[in-house]
Every structure is written in C-alpha cells, then in structure tokens.
C-alpha cells in the first residue's frame, strides 16, 4: 500500500509542478504580449514619423528648387516649366 502511496504523491507532485510551470508560461504570455502591442504602437509612430520626414524632405527639396538654389538649377528649370505649363492651360480654360 506504501507503493501505490508514494505513486500517488509522486504524481501530486508532477502535476502541482506542470500547473506551477503553466502558470508561469501564462504569466510570461501575458507579458510578452502585452510588450508586442507597445513594440507594434511605437513601430506605427517611428513609421508615420518616417513618412512625415520624408515629405518633410520633399517639400524642402521643392522650396529649395523655386528658390533657385545651386545646387537644384534642374529641378527649378523643372518646376517653372511646370507652373508655366499649369498657367497657361488655366488661361486656355478661362478663355473658353
């Protein structure tokens, strides 16, 4: 009868033991998921920071262009011939 005792409290023991390790797994989950949501919240603010840079950029790019910078002679001749394109298919449609 000692046999099937020790069985028996050997088995309470692995099984307090698994749940023990389940709860920390779960534990750990939790955390962790927690931890992504706010990784995934800070990627979606770095990506709309980037993209907010970036038009940043263009549109510096542009301001430098109109403003005759050296070092954008092409782009300004570019965007003139633009605006000179605009301008005159406005007057074309006003005279119309």
Not at 43 to 53: E, F, G, H, P, T
Not at 70 to 95: F, G, H, Q
């Amino acid at each position: 009868m000692s046999s099937l005792s020790n069985v028996v409290d050997s088995l309470e023991n692995r099984v307090a033991t698994l749940l023990k390790k389940y709860e920390d797994v779960k534990q750990k989950r939790v955390v962790l998921e927690t931890e992504l949501t706010v990784m995934q919240q800070e990627n979606k603010q770095l990506r709309d920071a980037i993209v907010a840079s970036e038009q940043k950029v263009k549109t510096l790019k542009t301001a430098n262009a109109l403003l005759g910078s050296n070092d954008y002679k092409r782009e300004t001749k570019l965007k003139i011939n633009a605006l000179v394109r605009e301008i005159d298919t406005c007057i074309a449609s006003l005279a119309e």
